[in-house]
Each structure stands twice: as structure tokens, then as C-alpha cells.
């Protein structure tokens, strides 16, 4: 089984490089389109933009995954992971449009995992780590000075099928996946005692991040959680 690849450029120290700042420009490029879309107040639009996306995203997965799992028990079938993605889909388009907030929240949780763990099985490490580390630095940016920011300021509760959202607290679902990326990349590449431990580490920088948007209202949610999984990650696969 065949999967598409994600990063434009090979794994090489420079091709790695070039990876992260592909990730950063098609994240800040996503984020600058809907900031554009609050400010213009197309609330119609903002929902159409998030269902169709949730949606494809979805059905890509489904089919990816449901494709994968008919290969582990050595069923051929082009229909059965085609028929449920659809119904799937048909799942995930109908909680957007009807704003069911608890179902988009789950939504939002199992499409983080799932695109996280494909990332985090699918990019090499030299790209995946630099991938984590830009998105980290870039999230401090943008959540003080650029897009992310005016959005959660400005209309966070518009997004409602991108952020995970449980009462006064938001997580967006880029978080979630690249929390997803990096604990799966360690599974895959290092073994599950560094999964493990860059579980803690990424609960443990959940936490600080808590702490401190406890303080200051909003504070980026990669920082802590990825430095402190990678590091726990990578001492564990020293032992």
C-alpha cells in the first residue's frame, strides 16, 4: 500500500529545513486565510471553509486507515473503506453545519490523533523533529503577534470545528496533532518506552502551558509540551 508523501524536500540537513518552513508557511498561510475571513465577518463562509476541510480530511483518513487495517487481515476490498469514509464524512459534515459542539469535539480529538500519528509515521526524523521545533517557535509568534492570536482575541468561538473547546479553555486541533506526531513518530522509530515517556513529557508541558495560560489569558500550547517530549523521548532511546 502506497501513501502519498507529505514533505516536498529529501531528509537531508538541508532538505529537513526546507520540510519545517514548508509546514510553517502552509499553517501561517491557512491561519492568515481565516483571520481574513473573521475580519471580513463571512461567518457563512468560515463554516463552509471548516466543514469542507474537516470533511476531506476525514474521508482521506478513513479510507487510509480502514484501507490499512483490511491489509493487516488479509481482506482486499475497495468498497468496504470507501462506503464507511463516506459515511464517515457524512458524520463529520453534519456536526459542522449543525454546530454540534460536543460531537465536533470529539471530532476535533480523533482527527488530531489520526493526523498525527500519519505524520508522525510517515516523515522521516530529521524532518519531523525540525517540523516540531519551527511549528513550536512558530506557534510563540503567532499566538503574541500574528494570526492565531487575533483569532483567539477576535472570534475563536466562530472556529468551534478546529479548536477543542471545554469551557473557558481552547486547544486548537494543530496542537493536538502535532502532540500526536511527535508521540508516534517515537513509537514507530524509537520503541514504546520513548512513546511513553514523550507522553509524559508532552503531559508535563501541558500542564506548564495550563499554568501559565492560568496567568496571561493565552499562551501558545507547543512550546513546553514538545520540548519536553522530544527531550524525554530521546534520553529514554539513550538507555
Not at 519545517?20 to 486565510?33: D, K, P
Request: charge should be neutral; include cysteine.
Amino acid at each position: 500500500m502506497a501513501f502519498p508523501d507529505v514533505t516536498p524536500f529529501p531528509d537531508t540537513p538541508t532538505g529537513s529545513i526546507g520540510n519545517a518552513f514548508y509546514f510553517v508557511v502552509l499553517v501561517a498561510a491557512g491561519a492568515t486565510f481565516l483571520l481574513l475571513l473573521l475580519r471580513l465577518k463571512s461567518y457563512r463562509l468560515i463554516l463552509i471553509f471548516t466543514g469542507f476541510a474537516l470533511t476531506v480530511v476525514s474521508f482521506t483518513l478513513s479510507t487510509l486507515y480502514l484501507s490499512a487495517a483490511l491489509l493487516l487481515l488479509n481482506t482486499s476490498s475497495l468498497e468496504a473503506p470507501l462506503l464507511g469514509s463516506a459515511l464517515i464524512a457524512c458524520l463529520v459534515c453534519y456536526a459542522v453545519f449543525r454546530e454540534q459542539r460536543k460531537f465536533l469535539n470529539s471530532i476535533v480529538v480523533f482527527l488530531g490523533g489520526a493526523t498525527g500519528a500519519f505524520l508522525g509515521w510517515i516523515i522521516p526524523t530529521l524532518s519531523a523533529i525540525l517540523i516540531l521545533c519551527f511549528m513550536a517557535a512558530y506557534d510563540i509568534f503567532t499566538v503574541y503577534y500574528g494570526p492565531v492570536g487575533k483569532i483567539a482575541r477576535e472570534g475563536i468561538e466562530r472556529f468551534s470545528g478546529l479548536v477543542f473547546s471545554f469551557e473557558d479553555f481552547q486547544m486548537g486541533l494543530g496542537d493536538l496533532t502535532f502532540y500526536s506526531m511527535l508521540s508516534c513518530h517515537m513509537l514507530f522509530n524509537l520503541g514504546a518506552f520513548s512513546c511513553i515517556a514523550s507522553i509524559i513529557g508532552i503531559l508535563a508541558g501541558c500542564l506548564l502551558s495550563f499554568k501559565t495560560l492560568e496567568r496571561r489569558g493565552i499562551f501558545p500550547g507547543l512550546p513546553f509540551p514538545v520540548s519536553l517530549g522530544l527531550l524525554f523521548g530521546f534520553l529514554v532511546s539513550l538507555i
